[in-house]
């Protein structure tokens, strides 16, 4: 059995794990600690307290408890705004904590866009624009060439945990850009889970999202790779270990 732990800010999406799981199939358990949002607010100051090293090492225990083998802080806008060398600090504080590979859905995505072998990506943020201008800074810190941002300007996780498949098509729509290998959703509470195959048919192209790289970065840092389509074309690279 492998046990994947994630500490997942406040109750928004966090149903889309126990699906991903599902769709998994396999021997690996998805365990989610919930952390103290702190204010719901995709604003600088109220992210930097919300990924603060004493709101996340509150979690761990209880992971640790479980038997986790990896532990991924799943909240993309919570670490990017630390910058690339703050959101590297606030993963290695979190692995010391922990007691085990630790990381965060930032470097998820970055890792993602690497497996997928695409270097142009357009970014489809439901966040106001200059939280989603750090996210497309900290990406280019990985060397990914962001061709287009967009920003639906969003304050709270609450709103964003609200919407369906009709708002996340024509959030993908919109945020699309011809010269983009990939499209990227990076809000982790962005109901997605049950959409990946629909998004990526719509625009022909892959469609990473937050809850779904989160995962696949626990399975990397567990040495695990999972054949799982329904979950998109990042979870049907070689090699593979069938479910």
């Not at 630390?82 to 504080?93: C, I, L, M, N, T």
């Not at 109901?191 to 937050?210: D, F, Q, R, S, Y």
Request: glycine share 8%; with cysteine; charged share 20%.
């Amino acid at each position: 059995m492998t046990a994947l732990g994630f500490l997942y800010p406040g109750h928004s999406a966090e149903d889309d794990y126990p699906r991903i799981e599902q769709l998994l199939g396999s021997d690996i358990r998805v365990d989610l600690v919930h952390t103290d949002i702190g204010e719901d607010a995709h604003r600088v100051d109220a992210l930097l307290e919300m990924g603060s090293a004493g709101r996340l090492a509150a979690g761990v225990q209880e992971l640790r408890h479980a038997g986790a083998d990896a532990v991924v802080w799943a909240c993309t806008s919570g670490s990017f705004v630390y910058g690339w060398d703050g959101a590297q600090e606030q993963v290695r504080a979190l692995a010391q904590t922990a007691g085990m590979p630790a990381s965060s859905t930032s470097f998820a995505f970055a890792h993602a866009v690497r497996e997928l072998g695409v270097r142009r990506v357009a970014i489809g943020a439901t966040y106001p624009e200059d939280v989603a201008g750090l996210f497309a800074e900290f990406l280019r810190s990985a060397d990914v060439e962001v061709v287009s941002v967009s920003s639906s300007g969003i304050i709270t996780a609450a709103e964003v945990g609200t919407w369906g498949e009709k708002e996340l098509l024509a959030l993908a729509r919109n945020s699309d850009h011809p010269e983009a290998e990939a499209l990227l959703l990076p809000d982790t509470a962005l109901h997605t889970a049950a959409h990946i195959p629909a998004l990526e048919k719509e625009l022909g192209k892959p469609v990473l999202t937050a809850n779904q790289v989160t995962v696949w970065e626990a399975l990397r840092l567990a040495d695990r790779r999972v054949n799982a389509p329904e979950l998109g074309a990042l979870f049907t690279r070689e090699p593979l270990v069938q479910a």
